[in-house]
């Protein structure tokens, strides 16, 4: 196989108009396994491939990155960057952005490698031109060119690189070229910042974290918002957030919380403030967030009573997320009359909502009633069943009417709702005195999609897992809800199948 690429390489480099021979070196090459590929081309040189790529064909230059790609991930890394580091390079500046994206790609291979990165790292060209690819038009020019300076800074020779070098130099005039592209760099810094104590340290020492959080308060509310997500990222990390405590900016978010009453455009921003404190909460401790920044609970009782249904989207899901761990349930237990008002409202929005607001009222209700095992405490489970009670009169036949409604959304959404009580001795209780729930759970003609079919498995298997089950729900239920668990989602018994044919 190996004679027949060097065959039509010299088919190649000797005709005009290469096009039909670069369609059969393209074909030869796919049918190689990439098991025996670098076998195959390792003892080639593929410098015609390369030569051909500066043309004003499309096609020849499509063809050439197509059989560079097939080639080229065959080789090792260190392979690639001794023999074609120069034509990596020159792909950078290509004026076709597939082009680029294939030399990106590959410079993301090397500087994976031990050995091979430090080529690259000691090449100041290729580490500009990837810099300056981050000020592509092109986004996914420029998101290869993040992720490839982002493992380069994992080692303290990229880090001393790219931050202790012109190269800085290098970013920061990128930056000034538009809003966009100065974010661009921004999320760069916080990929690297992420990664650990040291990589923030260099990050921090370069100026452009502080020049990211100086515009947290900018008089562009666009800006303003993109920034709170890019500082929420950042948050992501234990070191992230301790760097952010040091710079008073949980303080400086809760202030603009506070301010956004008087501000006509805080909409725009505001459901990036929220979603901080939320991520904070869970990272953290919900209660020492909402006790230090009690502004912030405030805001999302307030949201999720607001009319503006993203307000209440982003409310739903911080509600949720609070609601999901034992210290978040309890922190808003304490909040009283005010969690009760909102909670109506979720289970208001829930039943009778927009569809979207329906879905995500359901999905914060599964996560707020939910309460693993080993948490069930008499006090945890008396907190939980008091909420369900809240949902209404009847909140079983709610519940289920939800669940039989023609929405997919809205049926897997009120199946998680069960699945969330039916780990719990009191939602067994109610499941058993509910008339015909057993058989609704074990009817596996409700919902026929691929999701309904895993939410009610899911559902079946939240029943069974739990100790108490057997007791109250009584043992010929028990051994039915264990068959169908074992029998799997999917399952179709026989006789279901010959009834369907008879009805046709």
Same mark, same amino acid.
């Given at each position: 196989?190996?004679?027949?690429?060097?065959?039509?390489?010299?088919?190649?480099?000797?005709?005009?108009?290469?096009?039909?021979? #670069?369609?059969?070196?393209?074909?030869?090459?796919?049918?190689?396994?990439?098991?025996?590929?670098?076998?195959?081309?390792?003892?080639?040189?593929? *410098?015609?491939?390369?030569?051909?790529?500066?043309?004003?064909?499309?096609?020849?230059?499509?063809?050439?990155?197509?059989?560079?790609?097939?080639?080229?991930?065959?080789?090792?890394?260190?392979?690639?960057?001794?023999?074609?580091?120069?034509?990596?390079?020159?792909?950078?500046?290509?004026?076709?952005?597939?082009?680029?994206?294939?030399?990106?790609?590959?410079?993301?291979?090397?500087?994976?490698?031990?050995?091979?990165?430090?080529?690259?790292?000691?090449?100041?060209?290729?580490?500009?031109?990837?810099?300056?690819?981050?000020?592509?038009?092109?986004?996914?020019?420029?998101?290869?060119?993040?992720?490839?300076?982002?493992?380069?800074?994992?080692?303290?020779?990229?880090?001393?690189?790219?931050?202790?070098?012109?190269?800085?130099?290098?970013?920061?005039?990128?930056?000034?070229?538009?809003?966009?592209?100065?974010?661009?760099?921004?999320?760069?810094?916080v990929e690297i910042s992420s990664f650990s104590p040291i990589s923030l340290g260099y990050c921090a020492n370069s100026g452009l974290i502080s020049q990211l959080l100086s515009e947290l308060t900018g008089d562009d509310v666009l800006i303003r918002s993109t920034s709170i997500e890019m500082v929420t990222t950042l948050a992501h990390s234990?070191?992230?957030?301790?760097?952010?405590?040091?710079?008073?900016?949980?303080?400086?978010?809760?202030?603009?919380?506070?301010?956004?009453?008087?501000?006509?455009?805080?909409?725009?921003?505001?459901?990036?403030?929220v979603k901080f404190f939320g991520n904070l909460a869970i990272m953290d401790s919900p209660q020492q967030v909402c006790e230090s920044y009690p502004v912030f609970l405030?805001?999302?009782?307030?949201?999720?009573? *607001?009319?503006?249904?993203?307000?209440?989207?982003?409310?739903?899901?911080?509600?949720?997320?609070?609601?999901?761990?034992?210290?978040?349930?309890?922190?808003?237990?304490?909040?009283?009359?005010?969690?009760?008002? $909102?909670?109506?409202?979720?289970?208001?929005?829930?039943?009778?909502?927009?569809?979207?607001?329906?879905?995500?009222?359901?999905?914060?209700?599964?996560?707020?009633?939910?309460?693993?095992?080993?948490?069930?405490?008499?006090?945890?489970?008396? #907190?939980?069943?008091?909420? &369900?009670?809240?949902?209404?009169?009847?909140?079983?036949?709610?519940?289920?009417?939800?669940?039989?409604?023609? &929405?997919?959304?809205?049926?897997?959404?009120?199946?998680?709702?069960?699945?969330?009580?039916?780990?719990?001795?009191?939602?067994?209780?109610?499941?058993?005195?509910?008339?015909?729930?057993?058989?609704?759970?074990?009817?596996?003609?409700?919902?026929?999609?691929?999701?309904?079919?895993?939410?009610? &498995?899911?559902?079946?298997?939240?029943?069974?897992?739990?100790?108490?089950?057997?007791?109250?729900?009584?043992?010929?239920?028990?051994?039915?809800?264990?068959?169908?668990?074992?029998?799997?989602?999917?399952? $179709?018994?026989?006789?279901?199948?010959?009834?369907?044919?008879?009805?046709?």
């Amino acid at each position: 196989m190996a004679a027949t690429i060097q065959s039509l390489l010299e088919e190649i480099s000797g005709v005009e108009d290469p096009i039909e021979e #670069l369609q059969s070196l393209k074909t030869a090459l796919s049918s190689i396994p990439l098991s025996a590929l670098r076998d195959v081309v390792s003892g080639q040189r593929f *410098d015609v491939i390369f030569a051909l790529l500066n043309s004003n064909e499309g096609e020849q230059v499509d063809l050439c990155v197509d059989i560079l790609e097939r080639i080229l991930i065959a080789l090792s890394p260190l392979h690639l960057v001794q023999n074609y580091r120069e034509k990596l390079q020159e792909g950078l500046s290509h004026p076709n952005d597939t082009v680029k994206i294939l030399a990106l790609t590959q410079i993301g291979r090397v500087v994976e490698h031990p050995e091979a990165v430090t080529d690259i790292l000691n090449n100041h060209g290729i580490l500009r031109a990837v810099i300056l690819c981050i000020g592509e038009e092109k986004i996914a020019v420029a998101k290869q060119a993040i992720q490839s300076l982002s493992k380069i800074s994992h080692s303290k020779p990229g880090l001393d690189k790219l931050f202790q070098s012109d190269l800085l130099d290098v970013m920061k005039d990128v930056m000034t070229k538009s809003d966009i592209i100065r974010y661009r760099i921004y999320e760069l810094v916080v990929e690297i910042s992420s990664f650990s104590p040291i990589s923030l340290g260099y990050c921090a020492n370069s100026g452009l974290i502080s020049q990211l959080l100086s515009e947290l308060t900018g008089d562009d509310v666009l800006i303003r918002s993109t920034s709170i997500e890019m500082v929420t990222t950042l948050a992501h990390s234990q070191h992230g957030r301790q760097y952010l405590a040091q710079q008073g900016i949980m303080d400086k978010i809760s202030n603009m919380i506070r301010g956004a009453e008087t501000d006509p455009l805080s909409s725009l921003y505001l459901p990036g403030l929220v979603k901080f404190f939320g991520n904070l909460a869970i990272m953290d401790s919900p209660q020492q967030v909402c006790e230090s920044y009690p502004v912030f609970l405030n805001k999302v009782y307030d949201m999720a009573l *607001d009319p503006d249904p993203v307000m209440i989207g982003v409310a739903l899901d911080t509600l949720g997320l609070l609601g999901s761990t034992v210290e978040g349930k309890q922190v808003l237990q304490k909040t009283g009359e005010n969690f009760k008002a $909102v909670f109506s409202r979720i289970s208001q929005l829930a039943n009778s909502g927009p569809t979207e607001l329906r879905v995500r009222s359901l999905d914060a209700l599964s996560q707020l009633l939910t309460l693993q095992p080993e948490h069930q405490t008499e006090d945890l489970l008396s #907190l939980t069943e008091s909420w &369900f009670q809240l949902l209404s009169n009847h909140p079983m036949d709610m519940i289920c009417n939800i669940s039989t409604q023609p &929405f997919p959304e809205l049926h897997c959404g009120a199946l998680r709702i069960f699945t969330a009580i039916a780990s719990q001795p009191w939602g067994q209780k109610m499941m058993i005195s509910t008339p015909s729930f057993m058989e609704f759970i074990l009817d596996r003609s409700t919902g026929q999609t691929k999701e309904a079919k895993d939410a009610k &498995f899911e559902l079946v298997g939240s029943v069974v897992g739990s100790s108490t089950a057997s007791e109250i729900l009584g043992s010929q239920n028990y051994i039915r809800l264990k068959t169908y668990l074992r029998e799997g989602p999917y399952y $179709v018994s026989a006789v279901a199948s010959v009834s369907t044919e008879g009805a046709d």
